[in-house]
């Protein structure tokens, strides 16, 4: 499946120009179908555009999608978006990125819940994909931009933003209770409530998610949350929306049999928690004053024991407890000053702390304050053109402030299709443990180092990338949509995490690396294992390929999505950058409606991609292709005047696999990864009231 860019490029101008687009063709059944098929989207320039206007890529995933595919879980739903690379190591851990350049803990795309984002400050930076308070049943839809936008949405919006958004109080049908049962240990049980009384409206929902993970693994995972949202119409310009939620649970981490048990199986307990109130004054169709402030909360419990040598003499209490708390105040305003221009701007203050002693030693509370500004402009210059315009100003802790800049012009040449061209560029802020990483292994009893894991580096810069885009959309009368993404990505100092030989006197940054005294233990444990620390990789970073996604309905009742991503990554010396990403990975999605029943199928073809531990010395693991089903099947019963639905659901049904290997068994031996995935079967019972 690996193509030349020149053989895909082509291909793919061979498919926009086999489609029926012309205006001609289409008479006013046809325009009205392929307007109810292109929705308004909001996230793009914060101004919301028909899809047509949009000045970039979206892939949108609605809610009767999200409902048919029978996920449990969010991540799984970004399989069906071009260009996205999804898979996991352990069945508690998430890995979502956007054309790869993801370690561990992919951290270069912007995920918001309502506008809140979800980043995690402490540990590596992303967001915790298991744990975030919200429900597959409350969401209306999820925007992905596929392709930078921190012009909008600042720093984190470095490869592409998600942007989830629950479904308001008044679209609701009613309340309902759902259990789910399968193999692997799923018990899945929620329920939501829905109430109204005249300009208010509220929303609970309860649930609690459970499963034993991969078989032979030590991965099982515990969650409950429990999630509210209120809405209330102050009168006819005036809403208040209040969101908040609370989100408690166990993982299960680690590996039995790593060396002085470093990584040992233990559990971490998670207690999460948010607030988010938003106003929005609308005293016109093209005006909108909005103001939203949160608080987001993280607590970690995360406990266990190395072994000292020799014989595992000693037992060193490890303690991985952090906690986090975000503040953030936006203002955002959009208006139009003419028929032909429409304009948002905003700012935004926000302040995170983290307290996490095992990963900044001695440090106590760190503390990170940003401060941004932004504006964008839409301008129509005539009914075939159309000029996106953008920039958004940030400073870190009183750091230079840095500029991002958009600019992208969209030619329509008539109601169904448009071509657009466009530039931006973006920072990512070294996030708090990129920069002071400082993880040590100390003996209780004399305070002597055992370990010293990761090294502080606070000399290392932003990353930027400087990205061009090409892109087209359109539908022809028949009903088939083409959108499709020729995108060339240029990174400079891209952070990537490296391992260090602290014993080296020439290492930069040395009086940040402890040296050990020879023939001591700290010696002995600390050639075995080794440490890291993050850095900027030299010379630049390029990401070159072409994306599409062709959606169209053969038959009555039947709608297939085939999606694409072909790409070409080449980093100056250094390999394992470029195995990080996968040189393609495609899907199909396929939903059937035939009377009563409704059948959904999704496959997902996967490049090969190094996922190996590069901190690790020596060690490196690719995963081979491979290609995954997954399928579900529904039908709506009644128990008296109860409807009620039923589903079954199968993932994984082509067998076993490898998705990820960051950190296998017995790594440093060697020996083959066995956190394969496996297929899960599981049935689904919903009563809606």
């Given at each position: 499946m690996r193509c030349r860019p020149s053989r895909s490029r082509a291909a793919t101008f061979a498919l926009i120009a086999g489609l029926p687009i012309s205006s001609h063709a289409a008479h006013d059944g046809a325009e009205t179908l392929f307007l109810e098929s292109l929705p308004v989207v909001l996230s793009v320039s914060r101004l919301p555009s028909p899809m047509l206007d949009a000045s970039g890529a979206v892939t949108l995933i609605d809610e009767d999608t999200i409902r048919d595919t029978g996920y449990r879980e969010l991540d799984r739903l970004f399989r069906l978006v071009p260009g996205m690379m999804v898979g996991r190591e352990r069945g508690n851990s998430q890995w979502v990125t956007?054309?790869?350049?993801?370690?561990?803990?992919?951290?270069?795309?912007?995920?918001?819940?309502?506008?809140?984002?979800?980043?995690?400050?402490?540990?590596?930076?992303?967001?915790?994909?298991?744990?975030?308070?919200?429900?597959?049943?409350?969401?209306?839809?999820?925007?992905?931009?596929?392709?930078?936008?921190?012009?909008?949405?600042?720093?984190?919006?470095?490869?592409?933003?998600?942007?989830?958004?629950?479904?308001?109080?008044?679209?609701?049908?009613?309340?309902?209770?759902?259990?789910?049962?399968?193999?692997?240990?799923?018990?899945?049980?929620?329920?939501?409530?829905?109430?109204?009384?005249?300009?208010?409206?509220?929303?609970?929902?309860?649930?609690?998610?459970?499963?034993?993970?991969?078989?032979?693994?030590?991965?099982?995972?515990?969650?409950?949350?429990?999630?509210?949202?209120?809405?209330?119409?102050?009168?006819?310009?005036?809403?208040?929306?209040?969101?908040?939620?609370?989100?408690?649970?166990?993982?299960?981490?680690?590996?039995?049999?790593?060396?002085?048990?470093?990584?040992?199986?233990?559990?971490?307990?998670?207690?999460?928690?948010?607030?988010?109130?938003?106003?929005?004054?609308?005293?016109?169709?093209?005006?909108?004053?909005?103001?939203?402030?949160?608080?987001?909360?993280?607590?970690?419990?995360?406990?266990?024991?190395?072994?000292?040598?020799?014989?595992?003499?000693?037992?060193?209490?490890?303690?991985?407890?952090?906690?986090?708390?975000?503040?953030?105040?936006?203002?955002?305003?959009?208006?139009?000053?003419?028929?032909?221009?429409?304009?948002?701007?905003?700012?935004?203050?926000?302040?995170?702390?983290?307290?996490?002693?095992?990963?900044?030693?001695?440090?106590?509370?760190?503390?990170?304050?940003?401060?941004?500004?932004?504006?964008?402009?839409?301008?129509?210059?005539?009914?075939?053109?159309?000029?996106?315009?953008?920039?958004?100003?940030?400073?870190?802790?009183?750091?230079?402030?840095?500029?991002?800049?958009?600019?992208?012009?969209?030619?329509?040449?008539?109601?169904?299709?448009?071509?657009?061209?466009?530039?931006?560029?973006?920072?990512?802020?070294?996030?708090?443990?990129?920069?002071?990483?400082?993880?040590?292994?100390?003996?209780?009893?004399?305070?002597?180092?055992?370990?010293?894991?990761?090294?502080?580096?606070?000399?290392?810069?932003?990353?930027?990338?400087?990205?061009?885009?090409?892109?087209?959309?359109?539908?022809?009368?028949?009903?088939?949509?083409?959108?499709?993404?020729?995108?060339?990505?240029?990174?400079?100092?891209?952070i990537w995490r490296e391992h260090v030989d602290t014993f080296d006197p020439h290492l930069p940054g040395h009086e940040f690396a402890i040296r050990p005294e020879p023939g001591s233990i700290h010696e002995h444990v600390q050639r075995t294992l080794g440490a890291t620390r993050w850095r900027n990789l030299p010379g630049k970073v390029t990401l070159d390929g072409v994306e599409y996604q062709l959606t169209f309905k053969p038959w009555r009742g039947g709608e297939i999505r085939l999606h694409h991503a072909m790409l070409r990554a080449r980093a100056p010396r250094q390999g394992e950058v470029t195995r990080s990403v996968a040189p393609h990975v495609a899907g199909v999605h396929w939903r059937q409606k035939f009377g009563a029943w409704h059948s959904t199928a999704t496959m997902l073809r996967m490049g090969r991609i190094d996922a190996g531990s590069g901190h690790v010395p020596g060690y490196r693991y690719t995963v081979p292709a491979y290609t995954t089903l997954d399928w579900s099947l529904s039908r709506t019963l009644h128990a008296g005047a109860v409807p009620v639905d039923l589903r079954v659901t199968g993932l994984n049904l082509l067998g076993r696999h490898q998705e990820l290997a960051h950190r296998p068994l017995q790594q440093l031996a060697g020996d083959r990864p066995v956190n394969r995935v496996r297929p899960m079967v599981y049935v689904d019972l919903q009563a809606r009231f």
């Open positions: 956007y054309h790869g350049l993801g370690p561990e803990f992919p951290n270069q795309m912007q995920v918001l819940i309502d506008g809140r984002s979800v980043y995690s400050p402490y540990f590596f930076g992303g967001p915790n994909w298991g744990a975030l308070s919200i429900q597959l049943e409350d969401i209306e839809r999820i925007e992905v931009i596929r392709g930078s936008d921190s012009a909008s949405y600042g720093s984190n919006a470095f490869l592409g933003v998600v942007n989830i958004l629950s479904r308001p109080v008044a679209n609701e049908a009613g309340s309902s209770v759902r259990t789910r049962l399968g193999n692997r240990g799923i018990r899945d049980l929620s329920a939501r409530a829905v109430a109204r009384e005249g300009p208010l409206g509220l929303r609970v929902s309860a649930a609690q998610r459970r499963d034993r993970g991969f078989p032979g693994m030590h991965d099982g995972a515990r969650l409950r949350t429990l999630d509210l949202r209120t809405d209330l119409r102050l009168d006819t310009d005036q809403e208040l929306t209040l969101f908040a939620g609370v989100s408690q649970g166990h993982d299960q981490l680690g590996y039995a049999g790593t060396p002085f048990n470093s990584s040992g199986e233990r559990v971490a307990r998670i207690e999460d928690d948010f607030v988010h109130l938003r106003w929005t004054y609308t005293p016109a169709p093209d005006q909108a004053l909005t103001v939203a402030l949160y608080r987001n909360r993280e607590q970690t419990r995360e406990r266990w024991s190395v072994h000292a040598p020799p014989l595992g003499l000693y037992d060193i209490p490890v303690n991985h407890d952090r906690r986090s708390r975000r503040d953030n105040v936006e203002i955002t305003h959009r208006f139009a000053p003419t028929d032909s221009v429409r304009v948002a701007w905003g700012a935004e203050w926000r302040q995170d702390r983290l307290n996490a002693p095992v990963l900044f030693h001695g440090r106590g509370m760190r503390k990170e304050q940003l401060g941004r500004m932004f504006g964008n402009l839409e301008w129509r210059l005539s009914p075939h053109w159309l000029v996106n315009s953008g920039v958004m100003a940030e400073r870190f802790n009183g750091s230079d402030t840095r500029l991002s800049p958009r600019l992208f012009a969209t030619w329509q040449p008539d109601r169904h299709q448009s071509w657009r061209i466009g530039y931006s560029r973006a920072h990512r802020q070294p996030s708090l443990f990129e920069q002071g990483a400082d993880v040590r292994i100390t003996m209780p009893d004399t305070g002597e180092l055992l370990h010293q894991r990761h090294l502080a580096n606070p000399s290392i810069r932003p990353q930027r990338i400087d990205a061009f885009e090409l892109g087209y959309l359109g539908k022809s009368s028949g009903g088939t949509t083409l959108d499709v993404r020729i995108f060339s990505e240029r990174i400079s100092d891209l």
